[in-house]
């Protein structure tokens, strides 16, 4: 069982990544609470769910634009100095937050200008607390830091949703805006503890031509470029989020307690794909793990698929006996997403070059961000011609014959070996 269970050397032998790590999970939980009370502060004042979708728009351009930037921002400055000042950033935005919720100021658009701020912190935030693991750690537990930080990722999204939704009910928006603005005081504590750390190599200036020479050396970099291009297939091919609400409604039965099991299956099996992490240290042919986790992701969806289609439009008429094996299949999934999440930011921290590694992060938190959307925007368009459980299903299949044949066509990747890391 010591061996199934998550490697904590990186905990041990480096303090300053066990603060990091800490900090991260308290933040990681307080940012959950505003995003689940952002949502119902938004529905509440407007009665209209455009509103709480147009709320992810004002979410995902900054992300989008700070992301590339701030990956570059990260590699001509200190990462420490760049993750301190976007966190003030975040840590302002929740302290706004809380004081419009304590002053009922109910004005909608200062929600969307927060929610923007937030996002644009973040996408200066990430690159750099990204780019700093492998200065932290030895190259070899770059696997086992990867895990931990899921096994955080996972609770959070995970407990996050609920407690939110429980704060606000019980003690209002007030309180819970507040409680996040309060937990980033873990996370500052944890980076103002860290050393200096400037980018290796000549200084570098910050601007567009910073990001295209980011993009040009990740285009010559097979094994990296690999990372990113399976994820896309994943997230495009067979992401599920747009059509749960019709799943719970009509065929699982249940409405939105429905869609909050199974969202909250996802989560549980990213958590359990962490803490069972031991193994993974073990793993040399990270890109084989990155391939099968991806196709296992597929596989997990058709599954899901098959039970919805299984379901009919039983669930009009009460919960069905389908919605067990259908958040099973959920919960598998996790567990897949999360393995080829560790192994893709192993091979991206491990064979990254220190001066380029900000602006790739950056890259990846663009991907992990959009993918998702334009996952969102086919599944639910594909419903005019097809049922959710369909969709689903061929979306599965697609997966893993796409992830397939572009593992072939790029062997290299196949033949990655963490012990000599090539880009």
């Known amino acids: 069982?010591?061996?199934?269970?998550?490697?904590?050397?990186?905990?041990?032998?480096?303090?300053?990544?066990?603060?990091?790590?800490?900090?991260?999970?308290?933040?990681?939980?307080?940012?959950?609470?505003?995003?689940?009370?952002?949502?119902?502060?938004?529905?509440?004042?407007?009665?209209?769910?455009?509103?709480?979708?147009?709320?992810?728009?004002?979410?995902?351009?900054?992300?989008?634009?700070?992301?590339?930037?701030?990956?570059?921002?990260?590699?001509?400055?200190?990462?420490?100095?760049?993750?301190?000042?976007?966190?003030?950033?975040?840590?302002?935005?929740?302290?706004?937050?809380?004081?419009?919720?304590?002053?009922?100021?109910?004005?909608?658009?200062?929600?969307?200008?927060?929610?923007?701020?937030?996002?644009?912190?973040?996408?200066?935030?990430?690159?750099?607390?990204?780019?700093m693991i492998p200065l932290l750690i030895r190259p070899e537990l770059l696997a086992s830091a990867n895990a931990l930080n899921m096994i955080t990722f996972g609770l959070a999204t995970m407990v996050g949703p609920l407690l939110g939704g429980f704060l606000v009910a019980s003690l209002g928006f007030e309180w819970t805006y507040t409680l996040d603005a309060v937990s980033f005081f873990v996370i500052m504590w944890a980076l103002f503890r860290l050393p200096a750390m400037p980018p290796e190599g000549e200084p570098r200036k910050v601007g567009l031509s910073s990001v295209v020479e980011g993009f040009r050396f990740l285009g010559t970099r097979p094994n990296l470029r690999m990372t990113f291009i399976v994820d896309l297939i994943a997230m495009i091919s067979s992401q599920p989020r747009a059509l749960l609400p019709a799943i719970g409604a009509v065929m699982l039965g249940g409405g939105e307690s429905t869609v909050g099991i199974l969202l909250a299956s996802f989560a549980l099996g990213a958590f359990l794909a962490g803490l069972f992490s031991g193994p993974m240290q073990h793993v040399r042919r990270q890109g084989v793990a990155v391939v099968v986790s991806v196709m296992g992701w597929g596989a997990s969806l058709s599954a899901f698929g098959l039970m919805v289609v299984l379901a009919g439009d039983g669930g009009r008429h009460g919960v069905t006996v389908w919605l067990l094996p259908a958040a099973l299949c959920c919960a598998a999934a996790g567990v897949a997403d999360s393995i080829s999440a560790v192994f893709r930011s192993t091979i991206l921290q491990a064979a990254t070059p220190d001066e380029f590694r900000g602006r790739l992060q950056g890259v990846f938190i663009v991907v992990v961000a959009g993918g998702p959307r334009l996952g969102d925007m086919l599944a639910g368009g594909a419903t005019t011609w097809f049922r959710?459980?369909?969709?689903?299903?061929?979306?599965?299949?697609?997966?893993?014959v796409a992830t397939w044949a572009v593992s072939r066509m790029q062997r290299g990747f196949l033949d990655y070996d963490a012990r000599n890391p090539t880009p």
């Not at 050397?9 to 308290?26: M, N």
């Not at 959710?388 to 061929?394: F, I, P, R, S």
Request: hydrophobic share 60%.
């Open 1 to 131: 069982m010591r061996r199934l269970l998550a490697d904590l050397t990186p905990l041990r032998e480096s303090p300053a990544f066990k603060r990091l790590w800490i900090g991260t999970a308290v933040s990681n939980a307080g940012s959950q609470l505003t995003v689940v009370a952002l949502s119902l502060e938004v529905y509440k004042i407007t009665q209209e769910s455009s509103y709480v979708g147009l709320l992810s728009v004002f979410a995902l351009v900054p992300l989008v634009i700070a992301g590339l930037f701030g990956g570059s921002v990260a590699d001509a400055h200190d990462r420490r100095t760049v993750a301190i000042l976007a966190s003030a950033g975040l840590w302002l935005s929740a302290v706004v937050l809380a004081l419009q919720a304590w002053f009922h100021l109910d004005n909608v658009w200062l929600l969307f200008a927060m929610a923007a701020v937030q996002s644009a912190a973040l996408g200066f935030n990430a690159p750099a607390r990204s780019a």
């Open 388 to 400: 959710e459980g369909w969709v689903l299903l061929v979306g599965g299949l697609v997966c893993i």
